[in-house]
T-cell receptor
Framework: ETGVTQSPTHLIKTRGQQVTLRCSSQ?????VSWYQQALGQGPQFIFQ???????GRGNFPPRFSGLQFPNYSSELNVNALELDDSALYLC?????????????FGQGTRLTVV | KQEVTQIPAALSVPEGENLVLNCSFTDSAIYNLQWFRQDPGKGLTSLLLIQSSQREQTSGRLNASLDKSSGRSTLYIAASQPGDSATYLCAVMDSNYQLIWGAGTKLIIKP
């Protein structure tokens, strides 16, 4: 157990809908990163939040957005869902944004878009 | 642009064998390298973290090495067990503090 929890664990949505995924970071961790993992591939970086500010973004369109709250928990929002958004979404928390920070992952949210 | 490659993509060995998984990266400007394990349909479990200034890390039957200049890391698993069956992923933290991932090696240990 890493102390990072994600909800929900599974989700089915229809194309065009919007979805919100949630992540509760490990106690004391101030940095949260989100990743998308398609079947059979490695995770792809979506964005990172450090102390409630976005701190880096991968190659994802603006319909992927996020928030980090004062307690360092985080949300990932995806608008106008597409079939290709079906994937495992992983959240990782770490103590600091910088070098050496070990990332601890939640169990992921499996999103299926139909 | 940093790219991470893992070879082989899949590996099947009998129980008890020692084995090596490989990870290579194209840009040596990394802060650290981390090895993870992923069971089917599950999240990621961190196995070992090697800082850029370190050469290796050990945990139990696992040993990971890092050669930053050649852009290579290996994960050595001693005396493999069926419970080691999983997908093993390596990731490097790049100069923007982002984790860049390989596609993983799917390992099957046959009893």
């Amino acid at each position: 157990e890493t102390g990072v929890t994600q909800s929900p664990t599974h989700l089915i949505k229809t194309r065009g809908q919007q979805v919100t995924l949630r992540c509760s970071s490990q106690s004391g961790h101030n940095t949260v990163s989100w990743y998308q993992q398609a079947l059979g591939q490695g995770p792809q970086f979506i964005f990172q939040y450090y102390r409630e500010e976005e701190n880096g973004r991968g190659n994802f369109p603006p319909r992927f957005s996020g928030l980090q709250f004062p307690n360092y928990s985080s949300e990932l929002n995806v608008n106008a869902l597409e079939l290709d958004d079906s994937a495992l979404y992983l959240c990782a928390s770490s103590l600091a944004k910088g070098a050496g920070a070990e990332a601890f992952f939640g169990q992921g949210t499996r999103l299926t878009v139909v | 642009k940093q790219e991470v490659t893992q070879i082989p993509a899949a590996l099947s060995v009998p129980e008890g064998e020692n084995l090596v998984l490989n990870c290579s990266f194209t840009d040596s400007a990394i802060y650290n390298l981390q090895w993870f394990r992923q069971d089917p349909g599950k999240g990621l479990t961190s196995l070992l973290l090697i800082q850029s200034s370190q050469r290796e890390q050990t945990s139990g039957r696992l040993n990971a090495s890092l050669d930053k200049s050649s852009g290579r890391s290996t994960l050595y698993i001693a005396a493999s067990q069926p419970g080691d069956s999983a997908t093993y992923l390596c990731a490097v933290m790049d100069s923007n503090y982002q984790l860049i991932w390989g596609a993983g090696t799917k390992l099957i240990i046959k009893p």
